[in-house]
C-alpha cells in the first residue's frame, strides 16, 4: 500500500483555509469505483455544519460527464493537489466521455470506502451523499447571478457529510 505516508483527521481538524483551497488551489470531485469512475475539476463549493453533520457542498452541471457517477455513487471524493495545475488543465476542459483523464494525468487512483481519490491528493475529503436538488432560477434574489447560465445549465448540488479527511 502506497498511501502509508497519509494520514486520517476530523474535519475540524484542517487547518487550511477551505475557501482558499477551493477558489484558488481548486478540487477535483470524484465519484464512481473501481470498476469506473470520473473526475472533474471544480472551484466552487463549501464546508460547514448541516443537520448536525460535517458536511461538503459541491456543484456539477447538468452536461458534465461526471453527474452521472455522482447520481449512481453513495459517496463522492473532493481532493486538493496544491498549486499544480496541470491535473486542472485535463480534468477541467475534457471530458471522461471521451479520454481516459486517468492516464492523460498520470493520477494513481486509490480506492477508499467505495469512493476513488488519486495518490497525489495532499488532501481528500470523502463524502456520503445526503442530499441532491438542483438550482432553481426562480430563486435567485440577486438576478445577477443568473449570468453564470446563459446557457440554462443550472446545477445540480451535492451535500455529502464527510466522513474522513485523508491529509498527506
Request: with cysteine; glycine share 8%; proline share 2%.
Amino acid at each position: 500500500e502506497r498511501n502509508d505516508f497519509m494520514k486520517i483527521i476530523k474535519a475540524t481538524e484542517i487547518d487550511k483555509n477551505i475557501i482558499d483551497m477551493i477558489s484558488n488551489e481548486w478540487m477535483l470531485i470524484t465519484a464512481g469505483d473501481e470498476k469506473g469512475y470520473n473526475m472533474m475539476t471544480a472551484s466552487w463549493g463549501g464546508m460547514g455544519e448541516m443537520w448536525g453533520k460535517d458536511v461538503a457542498v459541491c456543484v456539477v452541471r447538468p452536461q458534465r460527464h461526471t453527474l452521472k457517477f455522482l447520481d449512481n455513487a453513495e459517496r463522492f471524493t473532493l481532493s486538493f493537489y496544491g498549486d499544480d495545475k496541470a491535473i486542472h488543465q485535463v480534468c477541467g476542459r475534457k471530458s471522461g466521455k471521451d479520454c481516459n483523464k486517468t492516464q492523460l494525468t498520470g493520477l494513481i487512483p486509490s480506492y477508499i470506502d467505495g469512493a476513488v481519490t488519486f495518490e497525489q491528493a495532499n488532501t481528500t475529503i470523502v463524502c456520503r451523499k445526503l442530499y441532491r436538488g438542483q438550482i432553481n432560477p426562480d430563486n435567485f434574489i440577486d438576478k445577477s447571478l443568473l449570468s453564470n447560465y446563459t446557457d440554462g445549465d443550472y446545477h445540480y448540488v451535492f451535500v455529502g457529510e464527510i466522513e474522513k479527511v485523508i491529509i498527506k
